[in-house]
C-alpha cells in the first residue's frame, strides 16, 4: 500500500504527517530519532485528502478549537504496542496518566517500563496522545519531540505551567 506525507508548520515545529491507504499513519517530529518508526517508502503528497484533513485538525488543536482529533488511524505495531496505544486515546484532553497507570489499565502492573518503550514508539504523536503520559512523581519524562515540546502541549491543554522557553 502507498504511503504519502506532507509537511506542516506547529508551534513545536515542523511535523511530517504520513498516511497509509485512506488513514494517518505518522506525525513525526522535526528532530525525528532515526528508526523510532518504521513507515517504509514514501511520496509526497500536498493534496492527500487524509494528510489535509489531519493539517486541519491539527491547526484546530493547535489554535485552542479542538480537544478530540476525529481521524481514521492506522497503526503499524505489535499487539501490546497497539493496547498502550489505544490506552493513550483514551486519556482525555487536559489529563494525564503515568506510565504505571498504564500498566495496570492493560492488567499488568508491571510492564511499566515495556508502557514506557511501546509510548516512546507511538507513530501518531499528538493524535494519540503520548504527550499526556508523565512519571508518576508528575514529572516530565522522555518525549520523541523533545520535553519543550511536551511541556508546550501540555500547557495548550491547561495541564502544566509553560516553563521552558521554546
Known sequence: MSSAFTIMPSPVGMLT???????????????????R????????DDQCPVLRETARQLGEYFDGKRQRFELALDFAGTEFQRQVW????AIPFGETRSYSDIARQLGNPRAV?????????????????????????????GFAGGLAAKQYL???EGRQSLALDL
Do not use: D, F, K, Q
Open 154 to 156: 501540555l500547557a495548550l
Open 86 to 89: 489505544a490506552a493513550l486515546l
Open 37 to 44: 518508526v518504521r513507515l517504509g517508502a514514501l511520496h509526497r
Open 113 to 141: 517500563r515495556a508502557v514506557g518503550a511501546a509510548n516512546g514508539r507511538n507513530p501518531i504523536s499528538i493524535v494519540a496522545p503520548c504527550h499526556r503520559v508523565i512519571g508518576a512523581s508528575g514529572s516530565l519524562t
Open 17 to 35: 504527517l504520513v498516511a497509509r491507504g485512506n488513514c494517518l499513519a505518522a506525525v513525526l517530529w522535526e528532530e525525528e530519532r532515526e528508526n
